[in-house]
């Protein structure tokens, strides 16, 4: 059973950056980076297929996060630039469509 685990949540002022990890073991064709923040439901905010490579990203992080996938030790990572304290979410990683169940996310806060 797929597993997922992620990391590298923390605090940071706006401006700054954090690189979010996510392990998933299993096979997937997509999958991406989930947020939520308290009282609103979990958004997509970021998705990469393990076919192409292909990327997709939700319009208010374009520019400034980047996803990318590290097939052989079975992990995706969010670069994530330009913070805004609008980001700061709890993030989850799973696959596009949501099909595993979810791990315990990784908090992002920004704040100055």
């Known amino acids: 059973q797929v597993q997922l685990v992620e990391s590298g949540g923390g605090l940071v002022q706006p401006g700054g950056s954090l690189r979010l990890s996510c392990a998933a073991s299993?096979?997937?064709?997509?999958i991406g980076w989930f947020r939520q923040v308290p009282g609103k439901e979990r958004q997509g905010v970021s998705c990469?297929?393990?076919?192409?490579?292909?990327?997709y990203y939700t319009e208010s992080v374009k520019g400034r996060f980047t996803i990318s996938r590290d097939n052989a030790n079975k992990k995706i990572h969010l670069q994530m630039n330009s913070l805004k304290p609008e980001d700061t979410a709890v993030y989850y990683c799973?696959?596009?469509?949501?099909?595993?169940?979810w791990g315990q996310g990784t908090q992002v806060t920004v704040s100055s």
């Open positions: 799973n696959t596009d469509t949501r099909e595993l169940s």
């Open positions: 299993g096979s997937y064709s997509g």
């Open positions: 990469i297929s393990s076919s192409d490579g292909s990327t």
